[in-house]
């Protein structure tokens, strides 16, 4: 604690650091201090994309080689199945192309699904007048302190019922349309002008021509705050596809990376062919955030805002 | 609605446009709540009464079983793995909660100010956020795990043999402790530098003319006006320890590990439902844990709600 004392101490706590500012001990401490954690927040970041330029020999030797001595692309295309490999085992001839686009083609849908379907229902929530309104939302807001793995063999059970069982449905369908999605759009939608809703009635818009031409544009950033962090939710997802795929051309990137891994079946991949696998499915993700920063943050943390 | 149920020989083509708009007005507010409520019914009502039903009876298969009463119940105060897991996730709790409330809101309190390079700072200790847990868990894996890991290289230098953090017992909680921080931390600090912001700056400004200092304000404005938030995000973190599972999974299988002292109840449900296949077992476990969750939660809030009114 006792940087932060000396820090704002030596500088006011808002306003422009003026140059004539002395340099204190105390500012050089906290910047060595904020250093330090942002490189133990990169590192892993960094290795995995440094070994990924890495052939095999060069991650096993010691000591550890930090900067790859001679880097190449040789494991990207080893992995999307363009070179032939001998180093890996690609479970039903299934490579890294194909399990992308599997992965796209999900979460895809269910981005749009869900940011459609959960606008619908949190406008209904919070701009129309029906009965049963407040005892639907509470009812909805209830089962969302209950935690996921409550429902997770009900689901299988009832996927299992439905024949849906090795197809892409059960990672699908039930996100089509999410509580939190519906609960996030409805705090946006109230923030929707009621003489706006109004106005756009008198005009002669029905009660979807309102949603749609008038309250859908303003609440935007909402929806694409929601467009982001369910895209992200869904690319990342693990449990869903452990549990209802086991043929590997309708694998996700998730699992299609844990079954690489030693740990789940089959002949195990060597780490640089891992690594570089996982850099390529979280590629997409990370650059979506350095370009959207500000939606991801506001998706992450709604839980905050009272 | 009048319009509707009287009998008309007209048929509903020759209703005044007036009223078929009045019909629509009124269906309106179903028709758009109906495709979330079907979906969610089915998926997400339904399942939470039905496992109450799945954990009374023994299942022989995906359609058949037996209703044992209250035996899976039972079964929960003699089952090791059980015992094993809660005290794992609780001891883990206890360690994971202060550290991740105390470390980010340190860090939120010094990049709400206008230090240089804050944007960056704040990009990067959130980054591990957006990576999915299964990469998380093949880092550290690796990491941690490895005697080829950057560790292990700084270890031979030093001379002390090392095999690995992951091999060992003992050492199985401090690697999920750090992946868990690291994964985390900037989550939560995200979620601080919110509540900071609603701080008025007038409070600190009043506070040093008063003659205070940086650390008796932070101790005596920011963290009560933030008590709130501070619980909130203890709650959440709490929530979360009972309910990981991929990080655990990639670094220690379902097993949990050298001695078990990975293993979490994330992984216990999962084990047997989808392993074991003992779906009902599976379902009072994971009733279990959300009570156990559940009760956490409004102790929390409680012992928050009281301090303020303290």
Known sequence: MSQRVEASAASPHTGPISPTTAISLGRIFTHLLLLIALLVFIFPFYWMVSSSLKPLEDIYIVPVQFWPTRPSFNNYLEIAGLIPSDEIDFRGGVSLVRTFLNSTIIAVINTAGNVFLASLAGYAFAKLRFKGRNALFLSMLATMMIPNSVGLVPNYLIMAWLKWINTWYPLIIPGLATPFAVFWMRQYMTTVPDEMIEAARIDGCGPFATFWRVVAPVVLPGMAALAIFSFMGHWNAFMGPLIFLNKPELYTLPLFLAVLDSRVSGRPTPIHLIFTASFVSILPILLVFLFAQRYFIAGLTAGSLK | ?310
Do not use: C
């Open chain 2, 1 to 310: 609605m009048g319009v509707v149920s009287t009998p008309s020989t007209l048929g509903p083509a020759s209703i005044p446009p007036k009223s078929r708009y009045f019909i629509w007005e009124k269906a309106a507010p179903y028709v758009f709540i109906s495709p979330f409520f079907i979906l969610f019914g089915i998926f997400g009502a339904f399942p939470i009464l039905f496992a109450i039903w799945i954990s009374f009876q023994d299942w022989k298969s995906v359609r058949s079983s037996e209703y044992i009463g209250l035996k899976n119940y039972a079964r929960l105060f003699t089952d090791e793995n059980f015992h094993i897991a809660l005290s794992n996730t609780v001891i883990l709790g206890i360690l994971v909660v202060p550290l991740m409330v105390i470390l980010s809101l340190s860090f939120a309190n010094v990049l709400n100010r206008p230090i240089r390079g804050r944007v960056i700072y704040r990009t990067a200790y959130f980054l591990p956020v957006v990576t999915s847990l299964v990469v998380v868990g093949i880092l550290f894996d690796f990491l941690l795990g490895s005697t080829y890991s950057p560790l292990g290289s700084v270890m031979q230098t030093f001379d002390i043999e090392y095999k690995g953090f992951l091999n060992k017992g003992e050492f199985i909680k401090p690697a999920i402790l750090i992946m868990i921080l690291w994964r985390w931390v900037g989550y939560n600090m995200m979620i601080m530098l919110a509540g900071l912001q609603s701080i008025p700056y007038e409070l600190y400004e009043a506070a040093r003319i008063d003659g205070a200092n940086g650390l008796q304000s932070f101790l005596y404005i920011t963290v009560p006006l933030m008590r709130r938030v501070i619980a909130f995000a203890a709650i959440l973190s709490t929530i979360g320890m009972f309910n990981i599972f991929e990080e655990a999974y990639m670094l220690v299988g379902t097993s949990g590990g050298a001695d078990r002292a990975g293993l979490l109840m994330g992984l216990i449900i999962y084990r047997q439902a989808f392993q074991s296949f003992n779906f009902g077992y599976a379902s009072a476990l994971a009733y279990a844990n959300a009570v156990i969750i559940i009760v956490l939660s409004f102790l929390q809030i409680f012992a928050t709600e009281r301090a303020a009114s303290e």
